[in-house]
């Protein structure tokens, strides 16, 4: 009996790896694709790349290398302008990432919640408001420690009316899907320890936060 179990655990494996090795060559081809598009981008617009002197082309190949590596990560841009301190750019470009991040995952919570629910009191509706600021602002606050830096690229778009140079950057950042998983549901869990209007709709608010966040 316990032969037969190995031998079909075997054929399943067998008639799944066709299946698995179609889904890798899909999304190989279909990062492939997003690298090209990428490179065009920033060559044609005039990028470098920040702190390092690999070209555009190396840095991009390498960074696309580790997401066709892990499909179960998501990419954030951080983006920052107007600015004649290179590093101070790079700061505020960090921060524009974990701003991003957050308003996403608050933007699916509301989104849901309001669609969902339909009509509910003043008092409810007051304290959801509430409720998802503070979420957002949570998610803010936690996810900058799951946020792993890759590359950033900046490019000068003026110049001042006493010579010095304006520049832009964008700074790159992976996510580990699991991981920021975790940070949205403690934070929510978090936020509604603090309403009691919310309590009843706890678990329908935790199933919104458990859906993977898309990041434009």
């Known amino acids: ?3 037969a179990i190995q031998l079909l655990m075997v054929i399943g494996m067998l008639m799944a790896s066709p299946v698995v090795s179609a889904q890798t060559k899909a999304l190989s081809k279909a990062i492939k694709k997003e690298y090209k598009a990428k490179k065009k981008e920033l060559e044609k617009g005039g990028w470098e790349v920040y702190g390092s002197p690999r070209s555009v082309d190396v840095t991009l190949m390498k960074f696309y290398e580790k ?3 892990n499909e179960n990560l998501t ?3 951080g983006i920052a302008g107007a600015f004649n301190q290179k590093s101070l750019g790079r700061d505020k470009a960090i921060v ?3 701003q991003v991040y957050a308003r996403s995952a608050a933007t699916i919570i509301s989104g849901r919640f309001i669609s969902e629910t339909g009509s509910m009191s003043d008092d409810v509706e007051a304290e959801f408001e509430k409720f998802n600021s503070t979420y957002q602002g949570a998610v803010m606050k936690e996810i900058k420690h799951e946020l792993s830096e890759c590359f950033s690229v900046i490019r000068q778009v003026e110049t001042t009316a006493n010579g010095k140079p304006v520049y832009e950057i964008q ?6 899907n699991v991981a920021a998983k ?4 403690n934070a929510l869990r978090e936020c509604l320890r603090e309403s009691k209007e919310l309590q009843q709709y706890a678990d329908k608010l935790e199933a919104y936060a458990d859906e993977e966040v898309p990041v434009e």
């Open 1 to 3: 009996m316990k032969k």
């Open 67 to 69: 997401l066709n590596e």
């Open 75 to 77: 990419v954030i841009t």
């Open 96 to 98: 524009n990432a974990q």
């Open 171 to 176: 700074t790159y950042f992976i996510v580990d």
């Open 182 to 185: 975790r940070v949205r549901l």
